[in-house]
C-alpha cells in the first residue's frame, strides 16, 4: 500500500511539473514558465541536453501511469509542455529576449499545432502526449536560432 502511495506522488509530481499542472488556468502555460524559470536560473546551458534526455526518458515512464489517474491527455499532464520548453531553449542565447520569445512562441504553436503537430497529438498513448509538444519545442528553436543569426 505505501509502495502505491509514493508511486502516485512521484507520477503526480512528476507529470503535472511539481503540481502546477493542478493549477486552475493554462497549467500547460504554467508548467512551461516553471522549465523556463528552472533553466534560467539553475541549468547552465551545457547540461541542457542532458536533462532534455533525462525529461523525455521520465515523460516515457510517468505519462501512461498519469494517465491513468487523471485521464487521457489530460490537462494536468504537463511534463510534455516542460519537455518542450525545454527543446525550444535549447542551445539559445541567454538573453531574456530570447528566453520570452521562447515561452510566447512555444505555447503559441503548442496550442496553434501546425502540421505536423496536430496529427502527432493523435498517436496513441504517451507518444501522442509527448511528440507533439517535442516538434512544437524543435519549431520553437529552430525559429529563434534563424532569428539569432541576425
Known amino acids: 500500500m505505501r509502495m502505491h502511495l509514493e508511486e502516485n506522488f512521484f507520477t503526480k509530481l512528476l507529470s503535472t511539473t511539481f503540481f502546477t499542472g493542478y493549477l486552475p488556468l493554462a497549467p500547460g502555460s504554467w508548467g512551461s514558465f516553471l522549465t523556463l524559470i528552472l533553466v ?3 541549468i ?3 547540461y541542457t541536453f542532458l536533462l532534455i534526455i533525462i525529461l523525455f526518458i ?4 510517468v505519462v501512461n501511469k498519469a494517465e491513468e489517474l487523471y485521464g487521457p491527455d489530460a490537462r494536468k499532464i504537463n511534463i510534455d509542455e516542460s519537455l518542450g520548453m525545454m527543446i ?6 541567454k538573453k531574456l529576449l530570447f528566453y520570452l520569445l521562447a515561452f510566447i512562441l512555444f505555447r503559441g504553436l503548442d496550442t496553434l499545432k501546425p502540421p505536423p503537430i496536430r496529427s502527432l497529438e493523435k498517436l496513441k498513448g504517451k507518444w501522442g502526449v509527448i511528440t507533439d509538444d517535442v516538434v512544437a519545442g ?10 539569432g543569426l541576425f
Do not use: D, E, K, V
Open 40 to 42: 534560467w536560473f539553475f
Open 44 to 46: 547552465p546551458g551545457n
Open 58 to 61: 521520465i515523460s516515457l515512464l
Open 88 to 93: 525550444s531553449l535549447l542551445f539559445l542565447q
Open 138 to 147: 524543435i519549431y520553437t528553436n529552430l525559429i529563434l536560432q534563424i532569428i
